[in-house]
Protein backbone atom coordinates (compact mmCIF):
# COMPACT_ATOMS: atom_id res chain seq x y z
CA UNK A 1 0.00 0.00 0.00
CA UNK A 2 1.35 3.68 -0.74
CA UNK A 3 1.55 6.65 1.02
CA UNK A 4 -0.49 9.67 -0.69
CA UNK A 5 1.11 11.72 1.69
CA UNK A 6 3.20 14.81 0.05
CA UNK A 7 6.51 14.72 0.31
CA UNK A 8 7.08 18.22 -0.67
CA UNK A 9 5.31 21.50 0.35
CA UNK A 10 5.32 24.68 -1.54
CA UNK A 11 4.34 27.78 0.49
CA UNK A 12 2.26 30.66 -1.26
CA UNK A 13 2.04 33.69 0.93
CA UNK A 14 -0.99 35.80 -0.42
CA UNK A 15 -0.70 40.03 1.03
CA UNK A 16 -2.78 42.78 0.13
CA UNK A 17 -0.92 45.66 0.79
CA UNK A 18 -1.95 49.00 2.64
CA UNK A 19 -0.44 52.39 2.22
CA UNK A 20 0.71 55.33 4.31
CA UNK A 21 -0.77 58.04 6.04
CA UNK A 22 0.18 61.34 5.79
CA UNK A 23 3.27 60.33 8.62
CA UNK A 24 4.41 57.48 7.24
CA UNK A 25 2.66 54.99 9.00
CA UNK A 26 0.59 52.04 7.67
CA UNK A 27 -2.97 52.55 7.26
CA UNK A 28 -4.34 49.73 9.83
CA UNK A 29 -7.27 48.39 12.19
CA UNK A 30 -8.13 46.07 14.54
CA UNK A 31 -10.83 45.27 12.30
CA UNK A 32 -11.23 47.06 8.74
CA UNK A 33 -14.00 47.51 7.10
CA UNK A 34 -13.65 46.99 3.24
CA UNK A 35 -12.62 43.38 2.51
CA UNK A 36 -10.35 42.77 -0.84
CA UNK A 37 -11.86 40.82 -3.56
CA UNK A 38 -8.35 40.34 -5.16
CA UNK A 39 -7.71 38.92 -1.94
CA UNK A 40 -10.23 36.21 -1.83
CA UNK A 41 -9.96 35.66 -5.36
CA UNK A 42 -6.17 34.50 -4.84
CA UNK A 43 -7.17 32.43 -2.33
CA UNK A 44 -9.62 30.70 -4.22
CA UNK A 45 -7.21 30.21 -7.41
CA UNK A 46 -4.35 29.00 -4.71
CA UNK A 47 -6.71 26.92 -2.86
CA UNK A 48 -8.22 25.27 -6.54
CA UNK A 49 -4.46 24.56 -7.53
CA UNK A 50 -3.49 22.41 -4.47
CA UNK A 51 -6.50 20.23 -5.16
CA UNK A 52 -6.00 19.39 -8.62
CA UNK A 53 -2.21 19.10 -7.74
CA UNK A 54 -0.92 21.18 -10.23
CA UNK A 55 3.01 21.03 -8.77
CA UNK A 56 2.60 16.89 -8.79
CA UNK A 57 1.21 14.79 -6.87
CA UNK A 58 3.56 14.77 -4.25
CA UNK A 59 3.95 18.35 -4.15
CA UNK A 60 1.21 20.01 -1.23
CA UNK A 61 0.45 24.13 -1.56
CA UNK A 62 0.33 25.62 1.62
CA UNK A 63 -1.43 28.90 1.51
CA UNK A 64 -1.08 32.04 3.96
CA UNK A 65 -3.34 34.99 3.68
CA UNK A 66 -2.86 38.50 4.87
CA UNK A 67 -4.54 41.79 4.58
CA UNK A 68 -2.10 44.56 5.91
CA UNK A 69 -5.43 46.68 6.89
CA UNK A 70 -5.99 44.69 9.93
CA UNK A 71 -3.12 42.42 10.09
CA UNK A 72 0.63 43.22 10.84
CA UNK A 73 2.37 41.60 8.20
CA UNK A 74 4.82 38.88 9.49
CA UNK A 75 7.88 39.34 7.67
CA UNK A 76 10.10 37.94 9.67
CA UNK A 77 8.23 35.00 10.25
CA UNK A 78 7.04 34.50 6.72
CA UNK A 79 11.29 34.84 5.33
CA UNK A 80 12.09 31.96 8.26
CA UNK A 81 9.44 29.87 7.04
CA UNK A 82 10.36 29.91 3.50
CA UNK A 83 14.15 30.05 4.06
CA UNK A 84 13.42 26.94 5.91
CA UNK A 85 11.16 25.25 3.70
CA UNK A 86 13.19 22.96 1.29
CA UNK A 87 10.28 22.81 -1.25
CA UNK A 88 10.29 27.18 -1.56
CA UNK A 89 7.87 29.43 -1.82
CA UNK A 90 6.42 32.85 -3.37
CA UNK A 91 5.17 36.18 -2.12
CA UNK A 92 2.32 37.20 -3.78
CA UNK A 93 1.78 41.12 -3.13
CA UNK A 94 -1.91 41.09 -5.01
CA UNK A 95 -4.89 43.48 -6.12
CA UNK A 96 -1.84 46.22 -5.74
CA UNK A 97 -3.43 50.16 -6.43
CA UNK A 98 -0.59 52.77 -7.32
CA UNK A 99 -1.60 54.43 -3.49
CA UNK A 100 -0.44 51.12 -2.14
CA UNK A 101 2.56 50.47 -4.92
CA UNK A 102 4.81 52.17 -2.96
CA UNK A 103 3.97 50.23 0.23
CA UNK A 104 4.08 46.99 -1.54
CA UNK A 105 8.07 47.56 -2.84
CA UNK A 106 8.87 48.19 0.23
CA UNK A 107 7.74 45.18 1.57
CA UNK A 108 9.01 43.36 -1.31
CA UNK A 109 12.56 44.68 -1.21
CA UNK A 110 12.43 43.41 2.35
CA UNK A 111 11.92 39.51 1.00
CA UNK A 112 13.83 39.96 -1.82
CA UNK A 113 16.77 41.12 0.47
CA UNK A 114 16.36 37.41 1.97
CA UNK A 115 16.23 35.75 -1.46
CA UNK A 116 12.63 34.73 -1.62
CA UNK A 117 10.25 35.03 -4.79
CA UNK A 118 8.25 37.91 -4.87
CA UNK A 119 5.20 38.55 -8.05
CA UNK A 120 3.20 41.76 -7.54
CA UNK A 121 -0.13 41.84 -9.51
CA UNK A 122 -3.17 44.27 -9.63
CA UNK A 123 -4.18 47.53 -10.59
CA UNK A 124 -1.35 49.83 -11.26
CA UNK A 125 0.73 47.12 -13.00
CA UNK A 126 -1.98 46.31 -14.95
CA UNK A 127 -2.88 49.68 -15.46
CA UNK A 128 0.21 51.55 -16.76
CA UNK A 129 0.92 48.78 -18.79
CA UNK A 130 -2.50 48.83 -21.02
CA UNK A 131 -2.33 52.61 -21.22
CA UNK A 132 1.20 53.62 -21.38
CA UNK A 133 3.46 53.19 -24.69
CA UNK A 134 6.90 52.35 -22.37
CA UNK A 135 7.19 50.29 -19.01
CA UNK A 136 7.38 52.87 -16.32
CA UNK A 137 10.71 53.74 -13.61
CA UNK A 138 9.26 52.07 -10.96
CA UNK A 139 7.95 48.54 -12.59
CA UNK A 140 11.16 48.96 -14.25
CA UNK A 141 12.97 49.19 -10.69
CA UNK A 142 10.73 46.20 -9.37
CA UNK A 143 12.23 43.95 -12.04
CA UNK A 144 15.84 45.18 -11.82
CA UNK A 145 14.96 43.88 -8.22
CA UNK A 146 14.01 40.64 -9.50
CA UNK A 147 10.41 41.17 -8.75
CA UNK A 148 7.98 39.27 -11.70
CA UNK A 149 5.33 41.68 -12.42
CA UNK A 150 1.86 40.32 -13.66
CA UNK A 151 -0.61 41.98 -15.24
CA UNK A 152 -3.92 41.20 -16.05
CA UNK A 153 -6.26 38.63 -14.41
CA UNK A 154 -5.23 35.01 -13.10
CA UNK A 155 -8.04 32.67 -13.59
CA UNK A 156 -6.36 30.35 -16.15
CA UNK A 157 -2.61 31.70 -15.67
CA UNK A 158 -2.14 31.41 -11.70
CA UNK A 159 -1.61 27.66 -11.93
CA UNK A 160 1.40 28.27 -14.26
CA UNK A 161 3.03 30.97 -12.11
CA UNK A 162 2.74 28.90 -9.28
CA UNK A 163 4.73 25.63 -11.28
CA UNK A 164 7.21 28.41 -12.87
CA UNK A 165 7.54 29.44 -9.14
CA UNK A 166 8.03 26.06 -7.77
CA UNK A 167 10.62 25.48 -10.22
CA UNK A 168 12.59 28.70 -9.69
CA UNK A 169 11.93 30.04 -13.60
CA UNK A 170 9.61 33.06 -12.96
CA UNK A 171 10.17 35.71 -16.11
CA UNK A 172 10.22 39.62 -15.34
CA UNK A 173 6.68 39.94 -16.27
CA UNK A 174 3.13 38.28 -17.53
CA UNK A 175 1.55 40.32 -19.56
CA UNK A 176 -2.82 38.93 -20.18
CA UNK A 177 -3.95 42.23 -20.80
CA UNK A 178 -4.99 41.16 -24.17
CA UNK A 179 -6.28 38.10 -22.80
CA UNK A 180 -8.98 38.22 -20.43
CA UNK A 181 -10.62 35.29 -19.56
CA UNK A 182 -14.39 33.86 -19.18
CA UNK A 183 -15.91 33.62 -15.92
CA UNK A 184 -18.10 31.01 -15.99
CA UNK A 185 -17.03 27.89 -14.09
CA UNK A 186 -13.80 29.73 -12.60
CA UNK A 187 -12.68 29.25 -8.95
CA UNK A 188 -14.24 31.59 -6.67
CA UNK A 189 -13.31 34.07 -4.32
CA UNK A 190 -12.87 32.50 -0.68
CA UNK A 191 -11.16 33.69 2.34
CA UNK A 192 -11.30 31.42 5.13
CA UNK A 193 -12.66 32.22 8.04
CA UNK A 194 -9.55 33.11 10.44
CA UNK A 195 -9.37 35.99 8.09
CA UNK A 196 -12.79 36.91 7.06
CA UNK A 197 -13.34 37.78 11.09
CA UNK A 198 -10.36 40.50 10.64
CA UNK A 199 -12.88 42.49 8.91
CA UNK A 200 -16.14 43.62 10.48
CA UNK A 201 -18.52 42.81 10.01
CA UNK A 202 -17.63 39.43 8.91
CA UNK A 203 -18.23 39.71 5.24
CA UNK A 204 -18.19 37.57 1.93
CA UNK A 205 -17.27 39.31 -1.47
CA UNK A 206 -16.89 38.24 -5.00
CA UNK A 207 -17.69 39.86 -8.79
CA UNK A 208 -20.80 38.57 -10.13
CA UNK A 209 -18.95 39.87 -13.85
CA UNK A 210 -16.28 42.25 -14.72
CA UNK A 211 -15.74 44.98 -17.54
CA UNK A 212 -17.75 48.26 -17.92
CA UNK A 213 -19.71 49.46 -21.45
CA UNK A 214 -18.84 53.44 -20.68
CA UNK A 215 -15.82 55.36 -20.94
CA UNK A 216 -15.52 57.30 -18.11
CA UNK A 217 -12.50 59.06 -18.28
CA UNK A 218 -11.16 59.25 -14.94
CA UNK A 219 -11.86 55.20 -13.87
CA UNK A 220 -9.12 52.58 -14.43
CA UNK A 221 -12.10 49.83 -14.57
CA UNK A 222 -12.73 49.92 -18.13
CA UNK A 223 -8.65 49.68 -19.34
CA UNK A 224 -8.27 46.91 -16.72
CA UNK A 225 -11.58 44.51 -16.93
CA UNK A 226 -12.02 45.97 -20.11
CA UNK A 227 -15.25 47.13 -22.07
CA UNK A 228 -16.92 43.93 -22.88
CA UNK A 229 -18.55 42.80 -19.67
CA UNK A 230 -18.15 38.90 -18.20
CA UNK A 231 -20.23 37.28 -16.26
CA UNK A 232 -20.88 34.44 -14.09
CA UNK A 233 -23.46 31.98 -13.82
CA UNK A 234 -26.63 31.81 -10.90
CA UNK A 235 -25.10 28.11 -10.24
CA UNK A 236 -21.37 30.00 -9.42
CA UNK A 237 -23.30 32.66 -6.94
CA UNK A 238 -25.01 29.84 -5.53
CA UNK A 239 -22.55 27.32 -4.89
CA UNK A 240 -20.49 30.22 -2.83
CA UNK A 241 -23.63 31.56 -0.87
CA UNK A 242 -24.20 27.93 0.31
CA UNK A 243 -20.34 27.38 0.92
CA UNK A 244 -19.75 30.57 3.14
CA UNK A 245 -22.49 30.04 4.93
CA UNK A 246 -21.36 27.01 6.85
CA UNK A 247 -18.51 29.55 7.85
CA UNK A 248 -21.49 31.67 9.00
CA UNK A 249 -21.29 34.66 6.29
CA UNK A 250 -24.16 36.26 5.43
CA UNK A 251 -23.20 39.92 4.36
CA UNK A 252 -21.80 40.60 0.96
CA UNK A 253 -19.53 43.36 -0.61
CA UNK A 254 -20.67 42.09 -4.90
CA UNK A 255 -17.60 43.89 -6.38
CA UNK A 256 -18.87 44.50 -9.82
CA UNK A 257 -17.96 48.16 -11.17
CA UNK A 258 -21.91 48.38 -12.30
CA UNK A 259 -23.88 45.61 -10.95
CA UNK A 260 -26.80 46.75 -13.21
CA UNK A 261 -24.95 45.70 -16.72
CA UNK A 262 -24.18 42.43 -15.66
CA UNK A 263 -26.37 40.45 -18.17
CA UNK A 264 -26.94 37.93 -15.66
CA UNK A 265 -28.56 40.06 -12.75
CA UNK A 266 -31.64 38.89 -13.08
CA UNK A 267 -31.62 34.99 -12.75
CA UNK A 268 -28.60 35.78 -9.81
CA UNK A 269 -31.03 38.00 -8.04
CA UNK A 270 -33.86 35.32 -8.75
CA UNK A 271 -31.64 32.94 -7.69
CA UNK A 272 -30.45 34.77 -4.13
CA UNK A 273 -34.20 35.29 -3.29
CA UNK A 274 -34.55 31.79 -3.86
CA UNK A 275 -31.69 30.42 -1.89
CA UNK A 276 -33.19 33.27 0.82
CA UNK A 277 -36.55 31.44 1.25
CA UNK A 278 -35.45 27.98 1.22
CA UNK A 279 -32.99 28.28 3.64
CA UNK A 280 -34.59 30.94 5.74
CA UNK A 281 -31.40 32.87 5.86
CA UNK A 282 -31.15 36.87 5.36
CA UNK A 283 -28.25 37.48 2.99
CA UNK A 284 -27.19 40.84 3.14
CA UNK A 285 -25.56 42.43 0.22
CA UNK A 286 -23.88 45.99 -1.14
CA UNK A 287 -23.84 46.37 -4.78
CA UNK A 288 -22.50 49.28 -7.09
CA UNK A 289 -24.74 50.27 -9.99
CA UNK A 290 -24.92 53.27 -12.71
CA UNK A 291 -27.68 56.02 -11.96
CA UNK A 292 -29.77 54.78 -14.97
CA UNK A 293 -30.41 51.14 -13.36
CA UNK A 294 -33.97 51.90 -12.07
CA UNK A 295 -34.94 51.85 -15.86
CA UNK A 296 -34.37 48.33 -15.88
CA UNK A 297 -37.92 47.35 -15.35
CA UNK A 298 -37.91 45.35 -12.30
CA UNK A 299 -33.88 45.73 -11.37
CA UNK A 300 -34.61 47.71 -7.69
CA UNK A 301 -37.81 45.64 -6.80
CA UNK A 302 -36.10 42.24 -7.22
CA UNK A 303 -32.09 43.95 -5.71
CA UNK A 304 -34.26 43.89 -2.46
CA UNK A 305 -36.12 41.02 -3.11
CA UNK A 306 -32.52 39.29 -3.26
CA UNK A 307 -31.37 41.17 0.20
CA UNK A 308 -29.49 44.40 -1.48
CA UNK A 309 -29.94 46.68 1.50
CA UNK A 310 -27.17 49.41 0.32
CA UNK A 311 -26.02 50.38 -2.61
CA UNK A 312 -23.48 52.63 -4.42
CA UNK A 313 -24.05 55.00 -6.79
CA UNK A 314 -21.33 57.06 -8.99
CA UNK A 315 -23.17 59.95 -8.87
CA UNK A 316 -19.81 62.00 -9.78
CA UNK A 317 -20.99 65.32 -9.96
CA UNK A 318 -24.02 67.72 -10.46
CA UNK A 319 -22.37 70.18 -12.91
CA UNK A 320 -23.44 68.73 -16.75
CA UNK A 321 -20.08 70.44 -18.55
CA UNK A 322 -17.88 69.00 -15.62
CA UNK A 323 -19.66 65.31 -16.58
CA UNK A 324 -19.32 65.94 -20.37
CA UNK A 325 -15.75 66.72 -19.90
CA UNK A 326 -15.11 63.54 -17.68
CA UNK A 327 -17.21 61.50 -20.51
CA UNK A 328 -19.81 60.81 -18.18
CA UNK A 329 -22.47 60.88 -20.92
CA UNK A 330 -24.85 58.15 -19.29
CA UNK A 331 -25.12 60.26 -15.90
CA UNK A 332 -28.16 62.68 -16.50
CA UNK A 333 -29.30 65.59 -13.85
CA UNK A 334 -32.79 64.70 -14.14
CA UNK A 335 -32.91 61.13 -13.44
CA UNK A 336 -30.76 61.47 -10.22
CA UNK A 337 -34.23 62.14 -8.19
CA UNK A 338 -35.74 59.39 -9.56
CA UNK A 339 -33.13 56.96 -9.31
CA UNK A 340 -32.96 58.18 -5.64
CA UNK A 341 -36.54 57.87 -4.86
CA UNK A 342 -36.60 54.23 -6.17
CA UNK A 343 -34.55 52.99 -3.85
CA UNK A 344 -35.93 54.96 -0.80
CA UNK A 345 -39.04 53.35 -1.82
CA UNK A 346 -37.32 50.17 -1.00
CA UNK A 347 -35.60 51.02 1.95
CA UNK A 348 -32.54 50.39 0.46
CA UNK A 349 -29.49 52.87 1.88
CA UNK A 350 -28.21 55.03 -0.88
CA UNK A 351 -24.13 55.63 -1.40
CA UNK A 352 -22.93 58.04 -4.13
CA UNK A 353 -19.61 59.50 -4.72
CA UNK A 354 -18.93 62.93 -5.02
CA UNK A 355 -15.71 64.19 -7.39
CA UNK A 356 -13.94 67.21 -6.62
CA UNK A 357 -11.93 69.36 -9.30
CA UNK A 358 -13.19 69.06 -12.53
CA UNK A 359 -11.97 71.68 -14.59
CA UNK A 360 -14.94 74.17 -14.30
CA UNK A 361 -14.67 73.52 -10.30
CA UNK A 362 -14.31 76.50 -8.31
CA UNK A 363 -14.15 76.49 -4.18
CA UNK A 364 -17.47 78.65 -4.14
CA UNK A 365 -18.95 76.43 -7.25
CA UNK A 366 -18.52 73.11 -5.41
CA UNK A 367 -20.17 74.47 -2.15
CA UNK A 368 -23.43 75.36 -3.94
CA UNK A 369 -23.63 72.55 -5.43
CA UNK A 370 -23.09 70.50 -2.22
CA UNK A 371 -26.08 72.78 -1.15
CA UNK A 372 -28.48 71.90 -4.36
CA UNK A 373 -27.59 67.96 -3.35
CA UNK A 374 -28.55 68.72 0.58
CA UNK A 375 -31.51 70.63 -0.74
CA UNK A 376 -32.90 68.33 -4.00
CA UNK A 377 -31.58 64.73 -3.72
CA UNK A 378 -33.08 62.72 -1.23
CA UNK A 379 -29.35 60.42 -0.81
CA UNK A 380 -27.76 59.25 2.12
CA UNK A 381 -24.59 58.96 2.20
CA UNK A 382 -22.39 61.43 0.08
CA UNK A 383 -18.57 60.78 0.09
CA UNK A 384 -16.01 63.32 -1.40
CA UNK A 385 -12.93 62.51 -3.76
CA UNK A 386 -10.60 64.69 -5.18
CA UNK A 387 -10.60 64.09 -8.72
CA UNK A 388 -7.34 61.60 -9.58
CA UNK A 389 -5.46 60.94 -12.74
CA UNK A 390 -5.14 57.34 -11.52
CA UNK A 391 -2.67 55.29 -13.23
CA UNK A 392 -4.43 53.40 -15.86
CA UNK A 393 -7.14 55.99 -16.64
CA UNK A 394 -7.59 57.63 -19.70
CA UNK A 395 -6.82 61.36 -17.64
CA UNK A 396 -3.55 59.93 -16.64
CA UNK A 397 -2.41 58.94 -20.03
CA UNK A 398 -3.50 62.69 -21.76
CA UNK A 399 -1.56 64.33 -18.86
CA UNK A 400 1.04 62.11 -19.09
CA UNK A 401 1.75 62.43 -22.88
CA UNK A 402 1.13 66.19 -22.50
CA UNK A 403 3.94 65.85 -19.90
CA UNK A 404 1.40 67.90 -17.19
CA UNK A 405 2.48 68.21 -13.47
CA UNK A 406 1.96 64.99 -12.09
CA UNK A 407 3.47 64.53 -8.30
CA UNK A 408 5.56 61.94 -8.39
CA UNK A 409 4.63 59.74 -5.15
CA UNK A 410 2.30 57.17 -5.85
CA UNK A 411 1.51 56.92 -2.05
CA UNK A 412 -0.49 60.36 -2.07
CA UNK A 413 -2.92 58.61 -5.67
CA UNK A 414 -5.84 57.75 -2.82
CA UNK A 415 -8.39 59.96 -3.99
CA UNK A 416 -8.08 62.28 -1.17
CA UNK A 417 -5.37 64.01 -2.06
CA UNK A 418 -4.31 67.01 -4.97
CA UNK A 419 -2.22 65.54 -7.19
CA UNK A 420 -2.07 67.62 -10.04
CA UNK A 421 -2.61 71.37 -11.09
CA UNK A 422 -5.73 72.27 -11.75
CA UNK A 423 -7.06 75.75 -14.27
CA UNK A 424 -8.98 77.08 -11.67
CA UNK A 425 -7.92 76.59 -7.81
CA UNK A 426 -4.69 76.23 -6.10
CA UNK A 427 -3.51 73.09 -4.68
CA UNK A 428 -4.29 74.61 -0.83
CA UNK A 429 -7.76 75.79 -2.19
CA UNK A 430 -8.53 72.18 -3.84
CA UNK A 431 -7.66 70.27 -0.70
CA UNK A 432 -9.75 73.06 1.82
CA UNK A 433 -12.62 72.35 -0.26
CA UNK A 434 -12.19 68.62 -0.03
CA UNK A 435 -12.22 69.06 3.69
CA UNK A 436 -15.13 71.71 3.79
CA UNK A 437 -17.69 69.71 1.41
CA UNK A 438 -17.52 66.71 4.34
CA UNK A 439 -18.22 69.26 6.81
CA UNK A 440 -21.17 70.97 4.69
CA UNK A 441 -22.96 67.45 4.23
CA UNK A 442 -22.37 65.91 7.32
CA UNK A 443 -23.38 69.49 9.21
CA UNK A 444 -25.87 68.88 12.20
CA UNK A 445 -28.56 70.87 10.21
CA UNK A 446 -27.93 68.32 7.30
CA UNK A 447 -27.74 65.60 9.29
CA UNK A 448 -31.17 66.04 11.10
CA UNK A 449 -32.98 66.76 7.35
CA UNK A 450 -31.40 63.14 6.79
CA UNK A 451 -33.32 61.57 9.70
CA UNK A 452 -36.03 63.09 9.07
CA UNK A 453 -36.84 61.75 5.14
CA UNK A 454 -35.63 58.36 6.61
CA UNK A 455 -38.59 58.31 8.89
CA UNK A 456 -40.86 59.72 6.07
CA UNK A 457 -39.32 56.47 3.67
CA UNK A 458 -40.20 54.11 7.36
CA UNK A 459 -36.58 53.58 8.19
CA UNK A 460 -35.56 53.87 11.21
CA UNK A 461 -33.60 57.40 11.29
CA UNK A 462 -30.94 55.44 13.58
CA UNK A 463 -29.09 54.45 10.19
CA UNK A 464 -28.21 58.40 9.57
CA UNK A 465 -26.32 58.43 12.98
CA UNK A 466 -24.54 55.38 12.65
CA UNK A 467 -23.56 56.80 8.92
CA UNK A 468 -22.31 59.72 10.24
CA UNK A 469 -20.35 58.11 12.35
CA UNK A 470 -18.77 55.83 10.44
CA UNK A 471 -17.93 58.08 7.07
CA UNK A 472 -17.41 61.48 8.85
CA UNK A 473 -15.99 60.07 12.11
CA UNK A 474 -13.47 58.47 10.12
CA UNK A 475 -12.75 61.58 7.93
CA UNK A 476 -13.10 63.40 10.73
CA UNK A 477 -11.24 62.19 13.78
CA UNK A 478 -9.05 59.40 12.16
CA UNK A 479 -8.18 61.56 9.20
CA UNK A 480 -8.71 58.92 6.88
CA UNK A 481 -11.18 58.71 3.71
CA UNK A 482 -13.61 56.34 5.22
CA UNK A 483 -13.33 54.26 2.22
CA UNK A 484 -9.70 52.75 4.08
CA UNK A 485 -11.62 52.67 7.52
CA UNK A 486 -12.25 50.50 10.32
CA UNK A 487 -12.67 50.01 13.85
CA UNK A 488 -9.47 50.72 16.37
CA UNK A 489 -6.89 52.48 14.45
CA UNK A 490 -3.45 50.68 14.83
CA UNK A 491 -0.02 52.10 13.90
CA UNK A 492 3.09 50.15 14.56
CA UNK A 493 6.14 51.93 15.20
CA UNK A 494 8.32 49.77 13.25
CA UNK A 495 6.49 50.27 10.47
CA UNK A 496 7.40 53.33 9.16
CA UNK A 497 8.13 55.05 5.43
CA UNK A 498 11.34 54.27 4.54
CA UNK A 499 12.82 58.08 4.49
CA UNK A 500 11.14 58.75 7.56
CA UNK A 501 12.80 58.40 10.56
CA UNK A 502 11.94 55.66 13.06
CA UNK A 503 10.69 57.41 16.48
CA UNK A 504 12.09 56.58 19.63
CA UNK A 505 9.82 54.59 21.85
CA UNK A 506 10.23 57.05 24.37
CA UNK A 507 8.80 59.86 21.84
CA UNK A 508 6.52 57.32 19.91
CA UNK A 509 4.35 55.95 22.47
CA UNK A 510 3.51 58.79 24.41
CA UNK A 511 2.52 60.78 21.04
CA UNK A 512 0.47 58.18 20.61
CA UNK A 513 -1.71 57.89 23.88
CA UNK A 514 -2.09 61.49 23.18
CA UNK A 515 -3.20 61.06 19.70
CA UNK A 516 -5.40 57.97 20.63
CA UNK A 517 -7.08 60.63 23.33
CA UNK A 518 -7.51 63.49 21.16
CA UNK A 519 -9.33 61.01 18.79
CA UNK A 520 -11.36 59.64 20.58
CA UNK A 521 -12.59 62.52 22.79
CA UNK A 522 -13.73 64.07 19.82
CA UNK A 523 -15.32 61.55 17.97
CA UNK A 524 -16.94 60.84 21.69
CA UNK A 525 -17.87 64.06 21.62
CA UNK A 526 -19.94 64.07 18.00
CA UNK A 527 -20.76 60.93 18.68
CA UNK A 528 -23.29 62.30 22.00
CA UNK A 529 -24.46 65.17 19.94
CA UNK A 530 -25.53 63.09 17.08
CA UNK A 531 -27.57 60.72 19.33
CA UNK A 532 -28.99 63.78 20.99
CA UNK A 533 -30.06 64.38 17.48
CA UNK A 534 -31.12 61.06 16.84
CA UNK A 535 -33.37 60.99 19.89
CA UNK A 536 -35.11 64.43 19.34
CA UNK A 537 -36.31 63.13 15.75
CA UNK A 538 -37.07 59.95 17.10
CA UNK A 539 -39.59 61.46 19.67
CA UNK A 540 -40.81 63.48 17.07
CA UNK A 541 -41.45 61.01 14.38
CA UNK A 542 -43.30 59.13 16.74
CA UNK A 543 -45.72 61.57 17.06
CA UNK A 544 -49.54 60.63 15.98
CA UNK A 545 -50.03 62.75 12.63
CA UNK A 546 -46.23 63.38 12.09
CA UNK A 547 -45.40 63.99 8.15
CA UNK A 548 -42.09 65.43 6.48
CA UNK A 549 -41.95 66.25 3.07
CA UNK A 550 -39.23 68.54 0.97
CA UNK A 551 -37.84 69.66 -2.05
CA UNK A 552 -36.09 66.53 -2.11
CA UNK A 553 -39.26 64.14 -1.72
CA UNK A 554 -41.17 65.78 -4.48
CA UNK A 555 -41.83 63.19 -7.45
CA UNK A 556 -40.30 63.39 -10.77
CA UNK A 557 -42.85 63.91 -13.49
CA UNK A 558 -41.75 62.34 -16.76
CA UNK A 559 -41.72 65.34 -18.17
CA UNK A 560 -39.03 66.72 -15.94
CA UNK A 561 -37.15 63.54 -16.48
CA UNK A 562 -36.50 63.92 -20.28
CA UNK A 563 -36.07 68.23 -19.88
Known sequence: MHSTRPTTRFQVELI???????????????KAWIPSNSLASLYGLARNANQAAVLGAGVEILINAYDETNTVVPVGQIVRRLQRNPG???????GVQSNQFPRAMDLARRFRAAGIQVAIGGFHVSGVLAM????????REAMALGITLFAGEAEGRFADLLRAAYERRLAPLYNFMDQLPQLQGQSLPYLPPAVARRYAPMPGTFDAGRGCPFLCSFCTI???????????????IERLLRA???????????????????????????????????????????????????TLPGFVTKARAA???????????????????ANKKQNKIANYRAMLLAWQRQRVTTYCG????????TPQSILADIETIKRELPLDILEFFCLTPLPGSADHQALHAQGAPLDPDLNIYDLEHVCTTHPRMTKAQWQGVYRAAWDSYYSMAHLETLMRRAAAFDRNPKRIMEIALEFYGCFRFERVHPLQGGFLRRKVRTERRPG?????????YPRRIGEIGRTYTGLLAYAWRVWRLYRKVKKDTERPGYSYFDQALEPVSNESRTS
Open 307 to 325: GVSRVFLGLENINPANLKS
Open 88 to 94: GGLVCLV
Open 222 to 236: INVQGRTSRFRDPDD
Open 354 to 361: YILGFPDD
Open 132 to 139: LPQIPPEL
Open 244 to 294: NLAHGIRHYFITDDNFSRNRNWEPIFDRIAAVRRELGVKFNFTIQVDTMCH
Open 500 to 508: LPRERPWVF
Open 16 to 30: KPSHYDDDGYVIQWV
